[in-house]
């Protein structure tokens, strides 16, 4: 079956800018995250949902970062208003069943604000 | 805080060589521990993990052992390939974090023929 799948691959935005981001977990997976990974940094933690709840979003770094799955399967990270700060690889990462599955995690979208 | 710390990189070594790359961690409680590894081009892989004191996670050749006197969870390998040329990150997971992972800033190795 198909791995986790995210698009674009590569976004370039101007600040100012909304963009989005999408990430399509493997089918049935009914955990989600999104992770931020900066330049030679690690991946940091921004939300999680269980099926359609976003039951953590402790890691939004403002209210401009917003996350939906309406339907406990596609989920859409959008930004607002981006800003040079925003420039990272967005990964999405999902699991079978509880949030203590083993995550399996996509190729990520490089977000470039100039 | 909760937190990974984990030797920086990049570290270079010579096809057959012993591989070791140290992490320590911080956490309440009783963390899960992970090493996920980043090929050239790839999304993070699992690559093994271990949930309890004194476990021991293992898949292709590499080795962690879950040390709780030390905070610990070193990565070792005894005979690196080319192959194994990616980076490397530590993580860890608290039972109260719905399952987010915290990772630490990763290690490059390079193994060079």
């Known amino acids: 079956g198909a791995g986790v799948s995210q698009s674009p691959r590569y976004k370039v935005a101007k600040r100012g800018q909304d963009v989005a981001l999408r990430c399509d977990p493997i089918?049935?997976?009914?955990?989600l995250f999104w992770y931020q990974q900066a330049l030679g940094q690690g991946p940091e933690f921004l939300t999680y949902f269980q099926n359609e709840a976003q039951l953590d979003k402790s890691g939004l770094p403002s209210d401009r970062f917003f996350a939906e799955r309406p339907e406990g399967s596609v989920s859409t990270l959008k930004i607002q208003r981006t800003q040079q700060e925003d420039s990272a690889v967005y990964l999405c990462?999902?699991?079978?069943?509880?949030?203590?599955?083993?995550?399996?995690f996509g190729p990520g979208t490089r977000l470039t604000v100039l | 805080g909760d937190s990974v710390t984990q030797m920086e990189g990049p570290v270079t070594l010579s096809e057959e060589a012993f591989l070791t790359i140290n992490c320590t961690y911080t956490?309440?409680?009783?963390?899960?521990l992970f090493w996920y590894v980043q090929y050239p081009g790839e999304g993070l892989q699992l690559l093994l993990k271990?949930?309890?004191?004194?476990d021991k996670g293992s898949n292709k050749g590499f080795e962690a052992t879950y040390r709780k006197e030390t905070t610990s969870f070193h990565l070792e390998k005894g005979s690196v390939q080319v192959s194994d040329s990616a980076v490397y990150f530590c993580?860890?997971?608290?039972?109260?974090?719905?399952?987010?992972?915290?990772f630490g800033a990763g290690t490059q190795v390079v193994v060079t023929p």
């Open positions: 990462a999902s699991s079978r069943e509880t949030s203590t599955d083993t995550q399996y």
């Open positions: 089918s049935g997976h009914v955990s």
């Open positions: 993580a860890l997971r608290t039972t109260d974090s719905w399952g987010k992972l915290q």
């Open positions: 271990a949930t309890k004191a004194d």
């Open positions: 956490a309440t409680g009783y963390p899960s």
